[in-house]
């Protein structure tokens, strides 16, 4: 089945600062990879997402890039904030009908 | 537009009791998928339902755990008899089943003592 990898777990950036976090996949038919912010007991919240057909797609100050080749994929934000400040989670699926397959999350700090 | 609803947001139970947790869709959304969340951990799939089916439960325990959607109501995951590893946060998400998106619900935070 599908396996995701996510690094790094913690990521400490000065406000301003450009964050990058990245993720492998083991599953070469996943084609939907969703980024997910988490704030302390909340719900995860889709924040961007991509599919197996562009290469980047951009949001903003998010962006998200995939490489189907290397099947890895990452989360880009620029400006960073300190209200940016949350658990974030990379996660791959095949098509919108299958399940969901997390990573490990990444917890990112903002320090003003 | 609501969005999707899960209760009760908090639940204690002590070890041996049950647990029933229910998650109502966005509406004109037709698929559920059941997520627990451990302490400090990332999110793992239990189950996927549409209404009246049960299509992907590979990520449920074997024993325990059961889970339904019914034509009419909502969507339940039921824990028997649970046990002080049953503690996690359980969140439902719901699908349009036309677009890849899944919505997560504000998710049921359960304690056994």
């Known amino acids: 089945g599908e396996n995701v990898e996510q690094h790094p777990s913690t990521l400490s950036v000065q406000e301003g600062d450009s964050a990058v976090i990245k993720c492998t996949y083991s599953?070469?038919?996943?084609?939907?990879f969703p980024w997910y912010k988490q704030e302390l007991g909340k719900r995860p919240q889709l924040i961007i997402d991509?599919?197996?057909?562009?290469g980047e797609k951009k949001d903003q100050r998010i962006a998200v890039t995939l490489n189907k080749t290397a099947k890895h994929f990452s989360l880009h934000i620029t400006e960073t904030q300190p209200e940016d400040s949350a658990v974030y989670f990379c996660?791959?699926?095949?098509?919108?009908?299958?399940?969901?397959?997390f990573g490990t999350g990444t917890r990112l700090l903002v320090s003003p | 537009n609501a969005g999707v609803m899960q209760n009760p947001r908090h639940l204690v139970r002590r070890r041996g009791q049950e647990a029933r947790l229910r998650c109502s869709p966005m509406?004109?959304?037709?698929?559920v998928y059941w997520y627990r969340q451990l302490p400090e951990e990332g999110l793992k799939f239990m189950v996927y339902?549409?209404?009246?089916?049960?299509?992907?439960e590979s990520g449920m325990p074997k024993e325990r755990f059961s889970a339904e959607f019914p034509k009419e109501g909502p969507s339940i995951l039921r824990i028997q008899q649970v046990v002080r590893g049953d503690s996690a946060a359980y969140f439902c998400?719901?699908?349009?089943?036309?677009?890849?998106?899944?919505?997560f619900g504000p998710g049921t935070r359960l304690t056994v003592t």
């Open positions: 996660a791959a699926s095949r098509a919108g009908f299958q399940k969901l397959v």
């Open positions: 509406k004109g959304h037709s698929h």
């Open positions: 339902l549409q209404k009246e089916n049960i299509i992907d």
């Open positions: 991509i599919r197996s057909n562009v």
């Open positions: 998400a719901s699908f349009a089943g036309s677009s890849y998106e899944q919505y």
């Open positions: 599953d070469s038919a996943s084609n939907y």
